[in-house]
C-alpha cells in the first residue's frame, strides 16, 4: 500500500484511539474538568491522572520514535523550530484555557462528545470554530498592512 492511502488511515485510527482514551477517561464530560479546575470546591482528580498518563505515554513513545530516522509515512519528522514565547501564544493560550473553564470542554473532547450533542457543546464548537474564523482573518489583515 502507498503512503498516500496509509497516511490519513493513520490518522484516523490516531484520532479513534484518542477519543476512545478520552471517552473511557470521562474526559467527554464537561464536569468532570470543571470539578478539576475547582480547586476550592469539590476537587475531582481524575483529569489528572489521565493527563499524567497521556504524559507518561508520549514520553516514552518520543524516545522509541526519535530512534528512527524518519517516521513510518513521511520523509522527515516535522518539529517546531521556534522557542520563544510571543504575545499571541500567550493570549491563545490564556483565551482557550478561559473558554476550557467555562466550558468543561477542549476541542479534542468536543469533538468525541458529538454523537451525544447538546446546547452548550454545540454552543462552545460554534465559538470555537467562529475564534479560529476570526483569528485567520486578523492574521491575514496584519499581513497585508506589511
Known sequence: MKAAFLKPVAGYFA???????????GMTDPARVIGFLDVAGA???TLMFVLGGAVVTTFIGYRL??????????????????RDLD???LGGAALF??????????????????SGA??????????MA??????????SRASDQR
Do not use: E, K, N
Open 130 to 139: 467562529t475564534g479560529w474564523w476570526l483569528a485567520r482573518r486578523l492574521a
Open 87 to 89: 504575545a499571541r501564544l
Open 15 to 25: 484520532g479513534l484511539l484518542f477519543g476512545l482514551g478520552l471517552a473511557v477517561g
Open 43 to 45: 476537587w475531582d482528580p
Open 65 to 82: 520514535v526519535f530512534h528512527r530516522a524518519a517516521p513510518l509515512l513521511a520523509g522527515a519528522f516535522q518539529l517546531p523550530t521556534r
Open 97 to 114: 484555557g478561559i473558554g476550557w473553564g467555562l466550558s468543561g470542554y477542549c476541542p479534542g473532547p468536543a469533538v468525541a462528545s458529538l
Open 118 to 127: 447538546s446546547l452548550p457543546l454545540v454552543a462552545m464548537l460554534v465559538a
